[in-house]
């Protein structure tokens, strides 16, 4: 399995703020909180997402 750079690992969690900054900020005042909230669902669910997709893709190891 070919080895990921650290610094992609850090423009991750850089760039998390900065997209839920942006979707709070782009809707009135009153839906910021439901924009926010909706951002985060949407990151956490693709988060899952992708963690059974790439457990389901990878070989069990025998013990």
């Known amino acids: 399995m070919k080895k990921v750079p650290y610094w992609t690992y850090a423009c991750r969690l850089l760039a998390m703020p900065v997209l839920t900054l942006g ?8 839906q910021a909180g439901l924009g926010s909230g909706l951002g985060i669902t949407a990151r ?3 988060a899952a997402l992708g963690v059974a997709v790439t457990a389901s893709r990878c070989p069990p190891t025998p013990t």
């Open 23 to 30: 979707v709070a900020t782009s809707l009135p005042p009153h």
């Open 44 to 46: 956490e669910t693709g």
